[in-house]
């Protein structure tokens, strides 16, 4: 017997159906090229903010912020010397006071030059109601009158003359007395306008000059006299004065009842109210240096002691001294601003200082281990994901600066990473 096999076939319709379903289910798949399965191999890494520093460490010394010669006010002994090279003082401490007998003598003199320029400039201004100005009037008026008279006379001796009753020669000694008061009519008017002229034009411009010249000269003698006692001017250090020659220093500090000049070099006073350090770095390192960057200041020398500070200068000149073929030195300069007392009491000028200088900063920084990143032509790519449970996508990053732990990256989420084994 034989049997027969039955083929059940699909129909054409419901295959074809089939087909195009398969069709678009494999065109979505290669239309998600971010969105992969899990890879068998490696690990995720989960990827949070974090703070991000970068920071160069300096070894330098410190200075004063400032140091300022204090110099004699005015020539004369010195009375009191109140300090001592290294001695530290106060703001408004005296230092140092004057003897100031000879300076007094030339204060009266200039005194008693300006008053009296005083009185002549009064009298310029006052002068034609002046005494010399009245006394020539009164000069010419006296010779006016005694020519009206003399005139006078002349006319009535001269009628009686041509009468016959007077001498001719009576006649010519009245004429010549006559016209030799009009000569002194003429001086006296002239010497009116000379005493008029003194308290005008070029004679006045200098009584106001030297009264000018006065006035300075005993402000400035005043002034020096009341700077005989010398103050600190600021919080500080007595150094020896800066600038002074070999010899000069030579002699050593100032004494009492040492003889100085008007502006001679006494000693200097490097503050204490402000501080600087003076370092050197490399010039692999001198251009992540800015000005204004915050720089931590520590030293053995003031254990306990944070001090805070900000760069200052940046050497744009490599330091001399440099070994040919070896890496450029340029200078940093740190300033530390006013320092409270207990700080003050500790630091000290010419002690060392480590700086911890700061470059950059990122509080919210995303750093990835460097097996996570995989290069693409010129882009930089990871595999990525927000949440254990969520697909994993590729993500595109730009990268910042490398550290010890891994790499900054840019344009990356908190989340996951794959870093592959």
Do not use: C
Not at 113 to 133: H, P, S, Y
Not at 205 to 221: D, P, R
Not at 329 to 340: A, G, H, N, T, Y
């Amino acid at each position: 017997m034989t049997t027969k096999r039955k083929h059940w076939r699909l129909p054409r319709p419901m295959i074809t159906g089939l087909a195009l379903l398969a069709g678009i289910a494999a065109l979505s798949f290669q239309m998600q090229p971010r969105a992969t399965a899990e890879p068998p191999s490696g690990q995720w890494l989960a990827v949070q903010p974090s703070n991000l520093e970068h920071r160069i460490g300096l070894v330098g010394r410190i200075e004063p912020a400032r140091t300022i010669s204090i110099s004699a006010p005015f020539g004369g002994n010195i009375a009191n010397n109140f300090v001592e090279p290294g001695q530290r003082v106060i703001k408004g401490e005296r230092l140092l006071s004057m003897d100031a007998s000879e300076l007094e003598v030339q204060v009266r003199d200039a005194l008693s030059t300006l008053l009296k320029a005083r009185r002549t400039v009064r009298e310029l201004q006052d002068w034609e109601a002046g005494q010399e100005v009245s006394r020539a009037r009164r000069a010419l008026r006296s010779v006016q009158m005694g020519l009206d008279g003399n005139e006078q006379k002349l006319k009535d001796t001269r009628s009686l003359h041509e009468r016959g009753i007077v001498a001719r020669n009576e006649l010519e000694e009245l004429e010549r007395q006559t016209q030799l008061q009009r000569l002194d009519l003429q001086a006296a008017e002239a010497e009116l306008q000379a005493v008029l002229e003194r308290g005008r034009g070029e004679y006045r411009q200098i009584a106001e000059m030297e009264l000018a010249n006065a006035e300075v000269k005993h402000s400035a003698l005043s002034r020096q006299l009341a700077s005989g006692d010398i103050l600190a001017p600021f919080s500080g250090i007595v150094v020896q004065a800066p600038g002074i020659s070999a010899e000069e220093a030579a002699k050593g500090p100032v004494q009492t009842g040492s003889r100085v000049s008007q502006g001679q070099p006494l000693f200097g006073l490097a503050s204490i109210e402000g501080l600087r350090v003076i370092a050197r770095v490399a010039e692999l390192d001198v251009n992540q240096l800015k000005e204004g960057q915050p720089v931590d200041v520590t030293g053995d020398g003031f254990d306990g002691q944070h001090l805070q500070g900000k760069v200052m200068v940046v050497g744009g000149q490599a330091l001399g001294g440099s070994v040919p073929g070896g890496s450029s030195q340029f200078e940093v300069v740190v300033s530390i601003p006013e320092l409270d007392e207990a700080q003050m009491r500790q630091v000290r000028l010419g002690m060392s200082a480590k700086l911890s200088i700061l470059t950059y900063h990122n509080p919210d920084a995303l750093v990835v281990p460097s097996a996570a990143m995989r290069r693409a032509g010129d882009k930089w790519l990871l595999d990525y994901r927000s949440a254990p449970e969520h697909p994993v996508s590729v993500v595109e990053v730009e990268a910042g600066r490398s550290m010890p732990d891994g790499l900054e990256v840019f344009g990356l989420e908190p989340g996951y990473v794959r870093v592959a084994n």
